[in-house]
């Protein structure tokens, strides 16, 4: 089955503590793209990445980081978590663009993380 | 930066009724997208716009795309409890270059259908 995995899919954390969300998709897709979403505030970009090696910032980068080292995964790392981390994250995957338009974006179910 | 407008932010219809929701850009867009999320669950791609005055339909859903390529909108005919859920826009930049791939969302609508 064609799919997006996040795990994990719950997180409480302290802050401080660095933690790794992991995203991965099993279509062989080229472009990844880590979004968060916040009530009043809908989704925003965080960082997206066309190829293997290959990311670029988003709308809202600060405080976080992430690596394309394999072309199926596309981990999002937060390496000193704070309070206003706190929200629902969505991995999202999409195959080589037809410019100018898209390919269908396929999301995953999204990690909900807590920061204390 | 970009900015994309999205309203009304909460609409509530009987079932039945029609159903529109409107997305505006600061900047002139490249292609426009529309989601669809379900209480508790992810956004689900619906289809993208990418020509001006672009109107293309899905059953009782029809999307269009402004002539200037600034704005968009969805409209529901004879809405149905499954349609409940909130509607996002996301535009992506026109000359924002090849493969930028930087996406704006709408901050969304969220359609209440009373039975």
């Known amino acids: 089955e064609a799919q997006v995995t996040q795990n994990p899919r719950y997180l409480i954390t302290v802050t401080g503590k660095k933690l790794t969300v992991t995203c991965s998709q099993n279509m062989n897709h080229e472009y990844m793209s880590w979004y968060r979403q916040d009530p009043g505030l809908g989704l925003r970009q965080i960082y997206y990445?066309?190829?293997?090696?290959?990311?670029d910032k988003g709308d809202v980068p600060e405080g976080y980081k992430v690596s394309r080292k394999e072309k199926r995964n596309f981990p999002l790392i937060l390496e000193s978590p704070s309070p206003n981390q706190t929200s629902l994250y969505f991995c999202?995957?999409?195959?080589?663009?037809?410019?100018?338009?898209?390919?269908?974006?396929?999301f995953g179910p999204g990690t909900r993380l807590l920061v204390l | 930066g970009q900015q994309v407008m999205q309203i009304p932010q909460y609409q509530h219809v009987q079932e039945g009724e029609d159903f529109t929701t409107y997305c505006n850009s600061s900047t002139t867009l490249s292609n426009i997208q529309w989601y669809k999320q379900r209480p508790g669950g992810h956004p689900v791609f619906l289809i993208q716009l990418v020509k001006s005055g672009e109107v293309k339909k899905q059953k009782r859903l029809t999307f269009q795309f402004g002539e200037a390529k600034k704005n968009s909108s969805l409209h529901i005919t004879a809405t149905q409890t499954t349609d409940v859920g909130t509607y996002f826009c996301?535009?992506?930049?026109?000359?924002?270059?090849?493969?930028?791939?930087?996406?704006?969302f709408g901050k969304g609508t969220k359609l209440s259908v009373i039975p």
């Open positions: 990445s066309m190829n293997v090696e290959v990311t």
């Open positions: 999202a995957s999409s195959p080589r663009l037809a410019l100018p338009g898209w390919e269908t974006q396929y």
């Open positions: 996301a535009g992506e930049e026109k000359g924002s270059g090849a493969g930028s791939y930087q996406l704006t």
